[in-house]
Nanobody
Framework: VQLQASGGGLVQVGGSLRLSCTGS????????TGWFRQAPGKEREFVAA????????HYADSVKGRFTISRDNAKNTVYLQMDALKPEDTAVYYC???????????????????WGQGTLVTVSS
C-alpha cells in the first residue's frame, strides 16, 4: 500500500489541524494505521493508531484527550484531528500502516512496513 499524507501547516498555540493519510493499492480494512512524529533533534515517537477491523484506537499519553484518530472507509483515509495544539507538538508527522502488526507493537515505529512521506506541523507561540 502507498500512503499519501497531507494537512500539515503553521498554527498558533491552542489551534487545530487535521492531517489526512490516504492509502492506494490496497484497502485499509485489514490494516492498522497510525501516526508517528519526529521533532528536530528528537527520536521518532508514537502518536496514535487505529485498527480498521473493529475500530480500536490507541494514543500516546502526551496527546490523549487532544488528538483523535478516525477513518473514512469509502475514501480509504485515516485522519488525525489535532486540537489544543502546543509548541511541543511541532514535528514532522508520518502516517504508517501495517497488515500484520500485533497489539504489543503498535507503539513501535520499526513494526510498521509502510510509511507516508511526512507532513510538517508547526505550532507557534
Amino acid at each position: 500500500v502507498q500512503l499519501q499524507a497531507s494537512g500539515g501547516g503553521l498554527v498558533q498555540v491552542g489551534g487545530s489541524l487535521r492531517l489526512s493519510c490516504t492509502g492506494s493499492g490496497d484497502s485499509f480494512r485489514r490494516y492498522v494505521t497510525g501516526w508517528f512524529r519526529q521533532a528536530p533533534g528528537k527520536e521518532r515517537e508514537f502518536v496514535a493508531a487505529l485498527k480498521w477491523s473493529g475500530g480500536s484506537t490507541h494514543y500516546a499519553d502526551s496527546v490523549k484527550g487532544r488528538f483523535t484518530i478516525s477513518r473514512d472507509n469509502a475514501k480509504n483515509t485515516v485522519y488525525l484531528q489535532m486540537d489544543a495544539l502546543k509548541p511541543e507538538d511541532t514535528a514532522v508527522y508520518y502516517c504508517v500502516a501495517d497488515s500484520t502488526i500485533i497489539l504489543s507493537s503498535y507503539r513501535t515505529a520499526s513494526a510498521y512496513d509502510y510509511w507516508g512521506q511526512g507532513t510538517l506541523v508547526t505550532v507557534s507561540s
